[in-house]
């Protein structure tokens, strides 16, 4: 069982809308969480890191975390059709850790 | 930028075949991954090691062997490929286990 679940599979918003994607871990050492995006073709690219428990706000897309609940969550405000893509959240332990783990990853359909 | 160059970028080969697929970075990072990219599993940890001649079992090692020569190249192997083994596979590097990884383009391996 992956130990990075990601919900929903798929979403599709309109441009302008808002586009809400979560990630929950299972594994109660992971301390440091990412969100990446991969477009068509590509490999996946860093968008935004979190570490510390609140929100995180960069550009349009505003990243949230719940250290005591395990979970994360990233919003993408007046989404652009630019912005379709997969999308996955990455969890790491702390100090003394090795191993970045993703999630299956949320398919983001935006909708001119 | 960094850079992860992955070869080949396509593989075909038949079952129970010998596979190889190479990695380069040029970042100077300690850390590097194989990733396989599989629809409905994400990106699932199969090898990664933090230095030179260090190697680490990822999540789903069966079937991959990994080697580290140096620091800027890392292999994975594929000693007798089976039909379950065709994916998409990334190579990437990271400073640690926290900072931002950086992928490859890919390879797409099938095994006939």
């Known amino acids: 069982q992956q130990k990075v679940q990601q919900s929903p599979e798929s979403l599709s918003v309109p441009e302008g809308g808002m586009a809400s994607l979560n990630c929950t871990s299972s594994?109660?050492?992971?301390?440091y969480f990412w969100w990446y995006r991969q477009h068509s073709g590509e490999g996946p690219k860093a968008l935004m890191s979190i570490f510390s428990d609140g929100d995180k706000k960069e550009g349009r897309f505003t990243a949230h975390l719940n250290k005591a609940s395990l979970h994360v969550s990233l919003h993408i405000r007046d989404s652009q059709p630019s912005d379709s893509a997969l999308y996955f959240c990455?969890?790491?332990?702390?100090?003394?850790?090795?191993?970045?783990?993703f999630g299956s990853g949320t398919r983001l359909l935006v909708s001119p | 930028e960094a850079a992860v160059t992955q070869s080949p970028r396509n593989k075909v080969t038949v079952t129970g075949g010998n596979v190889t697929l190479s990695c380069r970075q040029t970042n100077s990072h300690n850390y590097m991954y194989w990733y396989r990219q599989d629809t409905g599993h994400g990106l699932r940890l199969i090898h990664y090691?933090?230095?030179?001649?260090?190697?680490q079992i990822g999540d789903v090692p069966d079937g991959y062997k990994a080697t580290r020569t140096t620091q800027e190249d890392f292999f994975l192997l594929l000693e007798l490929a089976s039909p379950s083994q065709t994916s998409l596979y990334f190579c990437a590097s990271s400073e640690t286990a926290n900072t931002e990884v950086f992928f490859g383009k890919g390879t797409r391996l099938t095994v006939v």
């Open positions: 090691s933090y230095g030179a001649g260090n190697l």
């Open positions: 594994d109660r050492n992971f301390q």
């Open positions: 990455a969890a790491s332990e702390g100090t003394g850790g090795y191993k970045v783990v």
